[in-house]
Structures are given as structure tokens and as C-alpha cells.
């Protein structure tokens, strides 16, 4: 079956080049020897050309199942085969009569062209190879030995010269042949050991994949119970706690965070690449979503000694997007500005709306990243190391997640250095435009404050990531 498909595709691309080469030999022949010849070679070659390429779409077509099919076609391959064998030997033949004894380059060139056609794209058909070189090899011995019988001539003759040349030239094109047929043979080999490599590397990113999306979900619930206890004990629910055994749980709590950050990112990051991310899309106020992520990082900020400062811009700006997640993209970028500024630092949050796009600017005065560190700072499992940034852990997937998911959003993410200390992070969206904006008779910023306090009041109740991813 792979042997027929390939033969096929490899035949129906050579298609144009036949054309061209049978045209130029038609008007050679319909000009210096016989307009009769030339015609009837016409309709040879449109009879030939029309069947073999019906028979190149039907293997083409083929599923590859029923072994009835696969002899019918490999028949039909076989008789397509024949007639445009018999076209280009009558075509040489003929020529080769019509000139009488000599030298006959028209002709013996013509069929070591189409042997050497044959040789370099019927290898994949061995029976077809053979077919057509057996073909091609007896009109090119016929040739000289008829002129060599109808003359008498002697063996000191020119004419058994061009005989013996013949069996040199039968040679070459045989030798090339098996060249070409053992290159296409190893190249199957190596392509099949691509294939069966390529499987066994799916099949382990497959259960790599299972295993990671196991673990994940089997260990979520009981890390999430064990930091809801440690975060009771911690609180002094069940009684004041000495300084030391909160230092111990303090650690616990902070690796709990740390664990469970890096879970769900594991998650997400397998949703993706999977195309398995859901997202809500709905016209939300960029806004709205930015006074939502400052509340949920401003109390990690602030263990840090950093300020979250937002402009205040109160004009609703609405874009296109999932709330929940634009909403983890920016508490990325503003946990990551908190944890490598430096104390008593402000991160300055800031909205630019241009040409249609909506840009969120977050701008710190930590360590600052060059420009040309992109890719590792939005790449999996990296993270950006400097000896004068604080030691802080991080799971090495939140920009790469953030990225995905800028780019669901037909959005965009990136960074460029401060002129002085620092970096600004950046996002941008597309502008909702006019006609689907939320309806005038809808109070904006009632919403957006009822909004802003339901997320405020549940962001309390939930426990502030003692890192970022």
C-alpha cells in the first residue's frame, strides 16, 4: 500500500514534466520526419496520460483496506504501465525507421531518457521498474541490431560500435536503478524508525501526561486540607502559639502555598496543551479587573514592604475576555513586580488606551530584565536568577501560562527594561468597540462596584499565595 501511494504521488508530480518532454518530441518528429507519426503519437500520448493518471488518483484515494482493491489497482497500474511503454517505443522506433541505418540519437536518446525517468521515479514499484527498463532495453538493442541485419554490415562496422555502446548504456541505467531503488529502501527504513519512534515518544508524553494530571488532582485535596488546618492552628483558633512553634508553622504554610501554586499551574499548563482550557469570554471593564487583582496581591505586597499603586483611572475601559483568567495573568505580573522590588518599593500600575488596544502597564524598580531574556522568562520551568534579587521560590510556569493565555485572547504580553532600575511588564487586549459596550440604562459603576466588593469580600476569605508562580 505505502509502496502504491508513494509511486503515485511521485507519478502524478511528474506529470507536467512528461508533457513538456512528449510535446517537444512530437514537434521534432512532426517536423523533420512525419506529421502521421507525430499524430498517431498524439493520441497515443493523450490515450496514455488520461488512463495512468485515473488509475494515480484511484491509489491516491485509496484507504488502503481490501486486498481485491489493492490487486485491481495494482493491475490497472500494470496495464497503464504497458500502454505508455508502447508510446515511447513506437515513437522511437519509428523515428528510427523513418531515418534508416546510423547513428539514431533522437531515438536511442529518447528511450535512455525515459529508462533514466523510469530509474529514478519507479522505484518504489519494482515490477513497474522492471517493466518499463525490460521495455526500454529491447527497443534500445533492437535499434542497431535491425540496422546491423538490413545492412549485412561487418563487425569492423560503425553500426555494431553503436551496438556495443548500447549494452554500455543498458549498464549505466541498470546501475542506476539499483542505486536509487536502495537509497528509497533505506529511506523507508529510516522514515518507518522515525514513525515507530515518534509513537513510543507520543505513547510517553501520553502517560507522562496521565501520571502528572494523577498526581496532581490525588495531591490537591489533601494539600488543601492540610493548609486549611495549618492556617487554623496559625490564626490561634485553638490558642496563642509560642514564637517558635509559629515560626514552624509559619513554614508550613508557606510551603503548602508553595506546593499547591505549583499543582495548579501543572493543571493549567496541561489544559492548554491539550486544548482543554476552557474560557468564559464576556465584556468585562479593565478596570473592574485590575482593582481585583490589586486586592488579592496587595497583602502579599505588603509582607514584602511594596506598595501596589493603580492610577485610579475611574472611566470604564471594556475589552473582550475571561475574567478569571486575565485575572490570574495579572496577579502574575504583580506578585513577580512585589517579590523582586525592593522594600519600601511601589509597583505602579497604569491603563493606555491607543488605536483601538488597551494596554495595562505594570512598572517595578527590582532587578530589571534585559530585553533579550524573553524567551526565558516566558519559557516552562525558567526563572530569572540575579545575586541581588531575594531568594524566593517559584514553580517556573506562571509567564509561560500567562502568555497561553494572552495569546487565547488574541492579546499580547511582554516586558522591556526601565531606563533606570527595574522593568515594566505589559498586556494588551483589543478594545471592545461602541455597539458592545454594556446599554446606557445599565449603571456602570454601581456594577463595577458591586463587582469589586463580591470579589474583595471573597478574596479575603481566600489565602494569599505566599509566592508567584
Known amino acids: 500500500m505505502c509502496q502504491l501511494k508513494d509511486f503515485a504521488d511521485a507519478t502524478i508530480q511528474s506529470i507536467t514534466q512528461r508533457v513538456v518532454t512528449y510535446t517537444a518530441a512530437l514537434v521534432l518528429a512532426g517536423f523533420y520526419y512525419s506529421v502521421q507519426l507525430a499524430m498517431a503519437n498524439a493520441v497515443l500520448v493523450i490515450v496514455s496520460e488520461i488512463y495512468d493518471y485515473s488509475v494515480l488518483r484511484r491509489i491516491v484515494r485509496w484507504d488502503g483496506k481490501g486486498a481485491k482493491t489493492a490487486r485491481s489497482l495494482y493491475i490497472q497500474l500494470m496495464v497503464a504501465t504497458v500502454i505508455s511503454a508502447i508510446n515511447i517505443i513506437f515513437y522511437a522506433i519509428g523515428i528510427a525507421l523513418i531515418q534508416g541505418p546510423g547513428s539514431h540519437f533522437i531515438s536511442l536518446f529518447?528511450?535512455?531518457?525515459?529508462?533514466?525517468?523510469?530509474?529514478?521515479?519507479?522505484?518504489?514499484?519494482?515490477?513497474?521498474?522492471?517493466?518499463?527498463?525490460?521495455?526500454?532495453?529491447?527497443?534500445?538493442?533492437?535499434?542497431?541490431?535491425?540496422?546491423?541485419?538490413?545492412?549485412?554490415?561487418?563487425?569492423?562496422?560503425?553500426?555494431?560500435?553503436?551496438?556495443?555502446?548500447?549494452?554500455?548504456?543498458?549498464?549505466?541505467?541498470?546501475?542506476?536503478?539499483?542505486?536509487?531503488?536502495a537509497l528509497y529502501r533505506q529511506s523507508k527504513l529510516q522514515l518507518d524508525e522515525l514513525r515507530d519512534q515518534q509513537k513510543t515518544t507520543t505513547d510517553a508524553l501520553r502517560i507522562k501526561t496521565d501520571f502528572l494530571s494523577t498526581m496532581s488532582h490525588e495531591l490537591r485535596t489533601p494539600l488543601t486540607?492540610?493548609?486549611?488546618?495549618?492556617?487554623?492552628?496559625?490564626?490561634?483558633?485553638?490558642?496563642?502559639?509560642?514564637?517558635?512553634?509559629?515560626?514552624?508553622?509559619?513554614i508550613a504554610q508557606r510551603n503548602c502555598g508553595i506546593l499547591i501554586t505549583l499543582i495548579n499551574d501543572i493543571l493549567d499548563l496541561q489544559k492548554i496543551e491539550f486544548g482543554n482550557m476552557n474560557y468564559n469570554m464576556e465584556k468585562l471593564d479593565i478596570v473592574d479587573l485590575i482593582n481585583h487583582s490589586i486586592s488579592v496581591n496587595a497583602p502579599y505586597a505588603d509582607q514584602l514592604g511594596v506598595t501596589l499603586d493603580f492610577d485610579?483611572?475611574?472611566?470604564?475601559?471594556?475589552?473582550?475576555?475571561?475574567?478569571?483568567?486575565?485575572?490570574?495573568?495579572?496577579?502574575?505580573?504583580?506578585?513577580?513586580?512585589?517579590?523582586?522590588?525592593?522594600?519600601?518599593?511601589?509597583?505602579?500600575?497604569?491603563?493606555?488606551?491607543?488605536?483601538?488596544?488597551?494596554?495595562?502597564?505594570?512598572?517595578?524598580?527590582?532587578?530589571?530584565?534585559?530585553?533579550?531574556?524573553?524567551?526565558?522568562?516566558?519559557?516552562?520551568?525558567?526563572?530569572?536568577?540575579?545575586?541581588?534579587?531575594?531568594?524566593?521560590?517559584?514553580?517556573?510556569?506562571?509567564?509561560?501560562?500567562?502568555?497561553?493565555?494572552?495569546?487565547?485572547?488574541?492579546?499580547?504580553?511582554?516586558?522591556?527594561k526601565n531606563s533606570g532600575p527595574g522593568t515594566t511588564f505589559f498586556v494588551e487586549l483589543d478594545k471592545a468597540r461602541q455597539s458592545e459596550v454594556l446599554p446606557p440604562s445599565l449603571q456602570i459603576d454601581d456594577l463595577s462596584a458591586s463587582r469589586l466588593n463580591h470579589f474583595t469580600a471573597r478574596s479575603a476569605a481566600r489565602q494569599v499565595k505566599d509566592t508567584a508562580s
Open 225 to 250: 486540607s492540610i493548609r486549611g488546618s495549618i492556617d487554623i492552628i496559625g490564626s490561634g483558633h485553638f490558642g496563642e502559639l509560642p514564637d517558635r512553634i509559629r515560626s514552624v508553622v509559619s
Open 312 to 416: 485610579g483611572k475611574s472611566k470604564p475601559v471594556f475589552v473582550h475576555g475571561d475574567f478569571q483568567r486575565l485575572s490570574q495573568v495579572l496577579s502574575n505580573i504583580l506578585s513577580n513586580a512585589a517579590k523582586f522590588s525592593p522594600r519600601d518599593s511601589t509597583v505602579k500600575i497604569t491603563v493606555f488606551e491607543h488605536v483601538g488596544r488597551i494596554r495595562i502597564s505594570v512598572r517595578d524598580t527590582g532587578i530589571g530584565l534585559e530585553e533579550s531574556e524573553a524567551p526565558k522568562v516566558f519559557d516552562r520551568f525558567s526563572q530569572i536568577d540575579a545575586s541581588e534579587s531575594r531568594n524566593f521560590s517559584g514553580t517556573g510556569l506562571g509567564m509561560n501560562i500567562s502568555r497561553r493565555i494572552m495569546e487565547a485572547h488574541d492579546g499580547l504580553i511582554g516586558y522591556t
Open 110 to 181: 529518447f528511450l535512455f531518457s525515459a529508462a533514466i525517468f523510469a530509474a529514478m521515479s519507479n522505484h518504489q514499484v519494482m515490477s513497474v521498474l522492471v517493466l518499463r527498463l525490460t521495455a526500454y532495453g529491447l527497443a534500445f538493442v533492437f535499434i542497431p541490431v535491425y540496422d546491423v541485419y538490413t545492412t549485412g554490415a561487418g563487425i569492423h562496422s560503425e553500426l555494431w560500435a553503436q551496438l556495443f555502446a548500447s549494452f554500455f548504456v543498458l549498464y549505466f541505467v541498470v546501475d542506476c536503478s539499483r542505486i536509487h531503488r
